[in-house]
């Protein structure tokens, strides 16, 4: 790695706008900044573009959720994906095959009901199925307990690391540099005002930082007194052997009280579920705690499964706060202090709305929606705004 580092070119002595993480929301920021025109855009990342969350990702993206603000955002990244081989012009794996949630408790029933009527206002085709249909739709599972479901064809699921990749070639193409292998070790402040940013490869004079660390962000919220409360929180995947007959249409399933989903990859499928046993922390070992709850899970909605040999899989982080919604917005007290982060699970298929959101703080232009609910003081305030839809 050392000899890697060594190769890396000089750091620009200053910068406009230094963004602080390499996965799908520092370059997405990045990426809508230089194409904006602004100059001397500079990304740091520690080590490898999407090595963090990004890259551990399931790579779903969808637009059904049950916060007004969550749906715009993901319905305006929808939108964005589905452009992405023109702009920023990268070939991102996208399968629009819809998200299919199952719904086996009255509560969820009556929650997703409401959350689709919203949706549906705001222009997202989604909508409420019967078990039988949603058994057509996604032929691995069984219908037994199962009381209703909802869909939507819009949504579906890409390859992380190509969105991330794609975003930071066109980030460097608009002139913006993008810099590996490169920690931030302070924030300089003089008063109110942010000085510079210290890496490890030398000083960056700016007075805009933009916090896209992820689960990473309480860290760099400290170097300058901002509270993010962010926790990482450890989720584990797992892909299957090659299942024949598999339908191109698959879509990501959800068994959502369990919170079990799958989705094909290649000839098989990914494999995810929460594990209520996880405590807080930075580790992305794989343990095989988690097994005897998600072969529960199979046994009672896809019991096909079960019987599949695994033949891979990892453990990534969650960035987690305390009402499962992200933190977006500039700090109080300290002049052009932004961050993007907390985004619980759904930051991947929020990336290219929040990508232009953060544009338009930056500049001081008004968002296409209304970002201020999600400020990260709203904790302070018991101002919390719960997103129900998280998996």
């Known amino acids: 790695m050392s000899g890697a580092v060594h190769r890396l070119s000089a750091l620009p002595p200053s910068a406009a706008v230094v963004v602080i993480g390499g996965g ?12 904006a025109g602004v100059r001397d855009v500079v990304l740091v990342e520690r080590g490898e573009l999407a090595e963090g969350s990004t890259s551990r990702a ?3 993206v969808r637009a059904q959720f049950s916060d007004e603000l969550n749906i715009q ?49 705001l222009g997202v085709p989604s909508r409420m199925i019967d078990p039988d249909e949603a058994q057509r739709l996604s032929p ?22 190509a969105v991330v990749q794609g975003y930071a070639v066109g980030a460097r193409r608009h002139g913006a540099t993008v810099a590996r292998h ?12 942010i000085s510079a940013v210290v890496t490890s490869r030398g000083r960056i004079a700016t007075d805009t930082v933009v916090c896209a660390a992820g689960a990473w ?5 400290a170097m300058v007194g901002v509270e993010l409360p962010v926790e990482p929180l450890r989720r584990q995947i797992a892909v299957t052997e090659a299942i024949p007959g598999l339908p191109s249409s698959l879509p990501m399933t959800i068994d959502f009280s369990s ?25 992305t070992e794989r343990h095989e705690r988690w097994l005897p709850g998600l072969c529960q899970a199979m046994e009672r909605r896809a019991p096909g499964l079960l019987d599949r040999r695994t033949t891979g899989g990892w453990a990534g982080l969650y960035e987690v706060t305390p009402d499962h919604n992200a933190l977006i917005g500039s700090a109080v007290g300290l002049s052009r202090f932004l961050y993007a982060t907390g985004f619980s699970g759904h930051g991947f298929l929020q990336g290219p709305a929040v990508g232009e959101v953060v ?33």
């Open 73 to 121: 955002l993901g319905a305006r990244s929808l939108e964005a994906f589905a452009r992405f081989g023109s702009e920023p012009g990268h070939e991102i794996g996208l399968h629009r095959v819809g998200y299919l949630f199952l719904l086996s408790e009255p509560q969820d029933v009556a929650g997703f009901e409401a959350g689709v009527a919203l949706q549906q206002s």
């Open 24 to 35: 799908v929301m520092g370059t997405s920021i990045a990426y809508h900044l230089a194409r």
């Open 259 to 283: 919170s079990f989903y799958f989705h094909a990859e290649g000839p098989g499928l990914l494999v995810g579920m929460s594990d209520p046993d996880e405590t807080p922390g930075f580790s």
């Open 140 to 161: 691995l599972i069984v219908t037994e307990g199962l009381l209703a479901a909802a869909f939507s064809p819009d949504d579906g699921h890409c390859t992380p690391e």
């Open 182 to 193: 490169c920690e931030v070790l302070d924030i300089e402040t003089r008063g109110e005002e």
């Open 58 to 60: 399931a790579g779903g």
């Open 359 to 391: 544009r338009d703080l930056v500049l001081g232009r008004e968002p296409f929606v209304d970002v201020t609910p999600l400020r990260a003081d709203r904790f302070a305030a018991h101002d919390l705004r719960p997103e129900a839809n998280c998996v």
């Open 217 to 221: 962000s309480r860290s760099v919220g």
